[in-house]
Structures are given as structure tokens and as C-alpha cells.
């Protein structure tokens, strides 16, 4: 079983609806979880960060982690053709090695 | 600050040839992480160094592949001899550790072609 497990798409959406792209893992020493946001030919950046479980908001995008199921989630609210890209989950515990989901890759169509 | 600087953006190669990847992480990171990224594989770490000091290698996929961070704003990570199937996105990552923030952020890449 992979530590980390994304769907990998693609997702095709209408400009302006809501997105939720979700993550599940295995390893429960997990608490630091991230998301990135992949454009084509570019080096993925970090959008959301998110310590232990819990929501935190940040304009349009919402990230969830829901840590006694093991699952986490980013929002996107009134998704615009920008954000058209792959997004990638990754969460890491004490240690030093960050685990990536596959990445899904999402389509907003104007 | 300019953020994680790699070089060179491109690269195209011959099978058996040396290649050299290079990478500047973030001043004042005090980790540093290759990866590669292929379509069917995703982004896998090769390996991380803390404080310039390797510490886990366990992903470099063969001895063909060597890294380096012989100073805490230089890496290179080598590949001898190069073989198409190394044909991939390579991208060096830097963290930062601060007040319990634990974040990555990635360069452009380098997009290796082994012919």
C-alpha cells in the first residue's frame, strides 16, 4: 500500500463551481500536511499548509484534514480557468521525508 | 530572495554521457531534496541532505546516480553513465524549519532527455 493515495484524474469543471480534491494515507505519525499546485512544465509550489487536523481557509481555497479518517481535502470556491493545473497532496511527520500523492490534474473550462 | 535556483533548465543528452544537475536552495534552508517526476511514477524522492550531510539515499535508483553538497547553498546531483530510462523531470527542493512551519519549496526543474 502506498503512504499516500490520489486520485489522478482529470477533473473537468465549469468555470466558476467547486472543486474538492482529496487524499487519503496510511501512516497516522503524519501531521504536517500540504498542498501544490503544478503548472504545466513548472516545479510544483505550495499553496496550502496545514498543521494536525482541523480547516484553514485562505481566499478561495479551503483545506481539510480530517485525521481519524485519515483524509484530506482542498477546496477551491468559484474555480477560475487559472487554476487550471495539477495539484499534488504531501504530508510528512517528524522526520524529514515528505510523501507525495500522484497529483490530480484539473481543467476549469471558461 | 530568488527561490531554489537549478541548472540547467534543459538538457539532452546521449545514452552513456555524463550529466550534471545543479542546484542552489534557498538561503538559510538547512535541508535539500532531489526528485524526479515521470508521468507514470509521479514526483519520488532520490535523496535528501540535512546540514549538507546526506541522510537518506535509500531512492537513488542505482550507482549510476551520485549527489553532492559539498557546501549548505550548492548540490549537484550526477548521473554516469546516462541511460534513456533516466529521462525525466528532475527538481531540487529546500526547506525551511521555523517556528514549527515545515515547508518545501521546489525550483523549475530540469527537464533531462537521454537519448
Known sequence: ?110 | DAGVIQSPRHEVTEMGQEVTLRCKPISGHNSLFWYRQTMMRGLELLIYFNNNVPIDDSGMPEDRFSAKMPNASFSTLKIQPSEPRDSAVYFCASRQRTGGRETQYFGPGTRLLVL
Not at chain 1, 23 to 47: D, I
Open chain 1, 1 to 110: 500500500q502506498k503512504e499516500v493515495e490520489q486520485d489522478p484524474g482529470p477533473l473537468s469543471v465549469p468555470e466558476g463551481a467547486i472543486v474538492s480534491l482529496n487524499c487519503t494515507y496510511s501512516n497516522s505519525a503524519f501531521q504536517y500536511f500540504m498542498w501544490y499546485r503544478q503548472y504545466s512544465r513548472k516545479g510544483p509550489e505550495l499553496l496550502m499548509y496545514t498543521y494536525s487536523s482541523g480547516n484553514k481557509e485562505d481566499g478561495r481555497f479551503t483545506a481539510q484534514v480530517d485525521k481519524s479518517s485519515k483524509y484530506i481535502s482542498l477546496f477551491i470556491r468559484d474555480s477560475q480557468p487559472s487554476d487550471s493545473a495539477t495539484y499534488l497532496c504531501a504530508m510528512s511527520g517528524t522526520g524529514n521525508q515528505f510523501y507525495f500523492g500522484t497529483g490530480t490534474s484539473l481543467t476549469v473550462i471558461p
